[in-house]
Antibody, heavy 120, light 110 residues
Framework: EVQLVESGGGLEQPGGSLRLSCAASGFTFSSYAMTWVRQAPGKGLEWLSAISTNGGDTFYADSVKGRFTISRDNSKNTLYLQLNGLRAEDTAIYYC?????????????WGQGTLVTVSS | QSALTQPRSVSGSPGQSVTISCTGTSSDVGGYNSLSWYQQHPGKAPQLLIYGVTERPSGVPDRFSGSKSGNTASLTISGLQAEDEADYYCCSYAGGSTWVFGGGTKLTVL
């Protein structure tokens, strides 16, 4: 059974940093591209970032480019998202998701999310 | 990377059909057959409902169907059931290995 478990969220002050983790199990993690999506309270989904199977290629939404960094450790079956320069508008639930192989294929499994709150 | 446009809400009675639209541009919805739909119940993670415009993952009832014409995609739910009450999001590939979601539509089953 595919499982994705996010952690690392919490309360952080504006300008601060957090590192989110997504522990994967139930599939060959190193064979799948992964992605991060967030959802602000009461709002819709926003795609943030994606990473290739070996971590060599990374992609970002304009809204987080230069502040957030996606990475992965295939030996630990874990995906990461480093959040720097946090702003109030970064307050959201952050989901990791597994991508179906293929350039135009969807995100087929999602974690339950971790809540990031940015406030002084 | 502007969000795709969806109606804020739709509603229908049990047994009826409803359609949710998702409008983008030729750079996303119209440019690729990548359109997917996700269902999200309150407090839960999104779940894949439709992919590749019309394809259903195993386990998704055939009451859910997708289509696309030009820059607008649609999700139709027939034979509405109480458990279909949820938020629905469309999502499209937008080039350069980036993706864009719609703003979401709240479905109310009357």
């Amino acid at each position: 059974e595919v499982q994705l478990v996010e952690s690392g969220g919490g309360l952080e002050q504006p300008g601060g940093s957090l590192r989110l983790s997504c522990a994967a199990s139930g599939f060959t993690f190193s064979s799948y591209a992964m992605t991060w999506v967030r959802q602000a309270p009461g709002k819709g989904l926003e795609w943030l970032s994606a990473i290739s199977t070996n971590g060599g290629d990374t992609f970002y939404a304009d809204s987080v480019k230069g502040r957030f960094t996606i990475s992965r450790d295939n030996s630990k079956n874990t995906l990461y998202l480093q959040l720097n320069g946090l702003r109030a508008e970064d307050t959201a639930i952050y989901y990791c998701a597994k991508k179906t192989p293929g350039a135009l294929k969807p995100f087929d499994y999602w974690g339950q999310g971790t809540l990031v709150t940015v406030s002084s | 990377q502007s969000a795709l446009t969806q109606p804020r809400s739709v509603s229908g009675s049990p047994g009826q059909s409803v359609t949710i639209s998702c409008t983008g541009t030729s750079s996303d919805v119209g440019g690729y057959n990548s359109l997917s739909w996700y269902q999200q119940h309150p407090g839960k993670a999104p779940q894949l409902l439709i992919y590749g415009v019309t394809e259903r993952p195993s386990g998704v009832p055939d009451r859910f169907s997708g289509s696309k014409s030009g820059n607008t995609a649609s999700l139709t739910i027939s034979g509405l059931q109480a458990e279909d009450e949820a938020d629905y999001y469309c999502c499209s590939y937008a080039g350069g290995s980036t993706w864009v979601f719609g703003g979401g539509t709240k479905l109310t089953v009357l």
